[in-house]
């Protein structure tokens, strides 16, 4: 993987996290400020946060799957780099009778 689309997908887990971050307190401000009771208001919350929350875990989820497959292709592309770089040291012993 390249420092580039290391970069990216930090940069992308990131921006989730801040959608995230921001619907939470975009969520408990509104319901703050509602004209409602505090036991109600308390209970939307409870609730607003607990969906919230889901939703995190569902995003976080997705995240670390995503990771663990760059991770892998990454794993195997340097395998295969480095299989090609021992051919061609082969190749060059070859070439040069060592």
Known sequence: MSHQEYEGESTAVGFAAG?????LLGAGVALL???????????????????LGDRAGEGLDQARDEARHYADE?????QRSGEQVRRGVERGREKLNL
């Open 33 to 51: 400020l509602a004209p409602k009771s505090g036991r109600r208001t308390r209970r939307d919350l409870r609730r607003t946060a607990e969906r």
């Open 19 to 23: 959608i995230i971050v921001g619907g």
């Open 74 to 78: 990454a794993r195997r592309a340097a």
